[in-house]
Nanobody, 122 residues
Framework: VQLQASGGGLVQAGGSLRLSCAASGRTFSRFVMAWIRQAPGKEREFASAIRWSGGTTYYRDSVKGRFTISRDNAKNTVYLQMNSLKPEDTAVYFC????????????????WGQGTLVTVSS
């Protein structure tokens, strides 16, 4: 499994970015795809996830209403639309995947992509 994350950048508070995670190497119908983020000097934390089959979505409380996760089956790509960004959203965002019927714990994802840096200026 290969995961290629992209879309990070520098944005002012209140702005928007869309992250993409292109997945390859497996059929992902039984996978949970997630965005995990790590702010400078802090531990990794769950941001959002989507079950590939059925599209059930999950969000951490602090991003609910601002972030939207989605997937494009034809492109094998997962997106994270981030609106109303705040300085506290600044982090490296990692795409992760796990073949699981339940939402994995943050350290249980088997596959990780490289991170993409999101910087939100105040």
């Amino acid at each position: 499994v290969q995961l290629q994350a992209s879309g990070g950048g520098l944005v002012q508070a209140g702005g928007s970015l869309r992250l993409s995670c292109a997945a390859s190497g497996r059929t992902f119908s039984r996978f949970v795809m997630a965005w995990i983020r790590q702010a400078p000097g802090k531990e990794r934390e769950f941001a959002s996830a989507i079950r590939w089959s059925g599209g059930t979505t999950y969000y951490r409380d602090s991003v609910k209403g601002r972030f939207t996760i989605s997937r494009d089956n034809a492109k094998n790509t997962v997106y994270l639309q981030m609106n109303s960004l705040k300085p506290e959203d600044t982090a490296v965002y990692f795409c992760a995947a796990d073949e699981s019927w339940s939402l994995p714990g943050i350290n249980e994802y088997d596959y990780w992509g490289q991170g993409t840096l999101v910087t939100v200026s105040s």
